[in-house]
């Protein structure tokens, strides 16, 4: 992952949060990297990767939508993030194959 950036958006409620990262994967060429959590006191947050112009759109577009339904608290883009943090934000399990 140390060529591509990670994105991440913070919002008070979990609707927020789910309308902002609709808008970032259907606005941009990124991947939701693991599942939308719920830190506490409403605050919910989720991280995308893709290359860094796609993520540094697709968090702009998060961020617009998400604050049309209620707060943004945060949203930050890492481009380029060291291969350590891989151990923090892991790449997404991909889906088993149906048979």
Not at 7 to 34: F, H, P, Q, W, Y
């Amino acid at each position: 992952m140390a060529k591509e950036a990670i994105g991440l958006i913070e919002t008070r409620g979990l609707c927020c949060l789910v309308t902002g990262i609709d808008a970032a994967l259907k606005s941009a060429n990124v991947r939701l990297a693991g599942p939308m959590k719920n830190v506490g006191s409403a605050l919910c947050n989720a991280q995308i990767i893709g290359d860094v112009a796609a993520v540094k759109a697709g968090i702009d577009a998060a961020a617009d939508a998400a604050s049309q339904l209620g707060e943004v608290v945060s949203a930050h883009v890492i481009a380029r993030p060291d291969d350590a943090i891989d151990r923090v934000v892991g790449e997404p399990k991909k889906a088993a194959a149906k048979k």
